[in-house]
């Protein structure tokens, strides 16, 4: 079965510092994959995506992800932090259902507080 | 262009009665998607529709049910509630031609629904 996994649920890291926030998925065909980010009290807002091609994907807000088949990993990556990233994310595999469409599978989330 | 928008934004509601919740996707998008929200489950998919039709449909109880007009508004509705309803509701958007052709679900603010 598809499955997503963030083993981190809260990361703390200062402001200016780089982020790295990880993102394993169980797919047997071509993960679609995404990066959502929700504020408090927010829906969620789509930070990137891949589906084929270069496999490092360039994002809103200066994020980026890199695709790594051979790890079934899509870790999302940030140089400089900003106080207002302070945020949840969460990533999301489209998952192939009958019918023709796809679902999102997500993980359980990963909650960024950023030190001043 | 407009976002995804949903209403009520807040619902308070008791035990055994039942609720309605609305969505307005983004102009020239088809398919509606609902997820819940909790603490304890996370994100979970509920049910996907296109061109007024359920396509794919999640692990939920059949309280759970929802319908799309045919100007793609979608409404899902909630019967005989439960304390364990309690959840954010989300919404997202999409042309509904697949996550294979690079299609992306975009996300409203959500319904944030209390069962006393």
């Known amino acids: 079965a598809q499955s997503v996994t963030q083993p981190d649920i809260h990361i703390t890291v200062s402001e200016g510092a780089s982020l790295e926030l990880r993102c394993n998925y169980s797919?047997?065909?071509?993960?679609?994959l995404f990066w959502y980010v929700q504020s408090p009290g927010q829906g969620l807002q789509l930070l990137l995506k891949?589906?084929?091609?270069?496999?490092l994907v360039q994002g809103i807000k200066g994020f980026e992800a890199e695709f790594k088949r051979s790890q079934s990993s899509f870790n999302l990556r940030k140089p400089s932090v900003h106080w207002s990233d302070a945020a949840e994310y969460f990533c999301?595999?489209?998952?192939?259902?009958?019918?023709?469409?796809?679902?999102?599978?997500f993980g359980a989330g990963t909650r960024l507080a950023v030190h001043p | 262009k407009a976002g995804v928008t949903q209403t009520p934004r807040y619902l308070i509601k008791t035990r055994g009665q039942q609720v309605t919740l609305s969505c307005s996707p983004i102009s020239g998008h088809r398919s509606v998607s609902w997820y819940q929200q909790t603490p304890g489950q996370g994100l979970q998919f509920l049910f996907e529709y296109f061109s007024e039709t359920q396509r794919n449909k999640g692990n939920f109880p059949g309280r759970f049910s929802g319908r799309q007009f045919s100007n793609s508004r979608s409404e899902m509705n909630v019967s005989t509630l439960e304390l364990g309803d309690s959840a954010l509701y989300l919404c997202a958007s999409s042309l509904g031609t697949g996550l294979a052709v690079g299609d992306t679900q975009y996300f409203g603010p959500g319904t944030r629904l209390t069962v006393l």
């Open positions: 999301a595999v489209g998952a192939w259902v009958s019918g023709g469409y796809n679902k999102l599978i």
């Open positions: 891949y589906f084929s091609g270069d496999t």
């Open positions: 797919y047997g065909a071509t993960p679609y």
